[in-house]
């Protein structure tokens, strides 16, 4: 979604059109429980409890949807040429744009898979 975005910035801009990428983090919404269906795999089961013991912990902790709704509508009304509104994730995608792609996947991976 993120790369679709920047290519159709460039291409729609000569037409005036503004292209805005929503980027949100943890939200508390119904999300952490309307998502959990899934296909059974007995490898990936320890990682995936993992994974959703920390993505319910998040989902406790964030803040509510209304957070994403003011930022939808500043991306909608500021009239800048802005492309990232990030929604409580700013951290990760500043750690994401300055970290080497090697370094970056070393940290989530070593965060998702510690114990």
């Known amino acids: 979604m993120e ?3 920047e290519s159709l910035q460039f291409e729609l801009k000569p037409f005036n059109i ?8 943890a939200i508390k919404t ?9 296909v059974e795999a007995p490898d990936y089961q320890p990682f995936y409890d993992r994974t959703m013991a920390r993505l319910q912990q998040a989902g406790q902790k964030a803040p509510g949807p209304e957070l994403v709704a003011q ?13 990232r509104y990030p929604v409580n994730s700013a951290d990760v995608l ?6 080497p792609e090697g370094l970056f996947r070393a940290v989530i991976g070593w965060y998702l ?3």
């Open 3 to 5: 790369g679709f975005s």
């Open 18 to 25: 503004k292209v805005k990428l929503i980027e949100p983090g």
């Open 30 to 38: 119904e999300f952490y429980d309307r998502s959990q269906d899934r």
């Open 71 to 83: 930022t939808l509508w500043q991306a909608a009304t500021d009239n800048s040429w802005k492309l």
């Open 94 to 99: 500043w750690f994401r744009k300055l970290a």
């Open 113 to 115: 898979m510690r114990k």
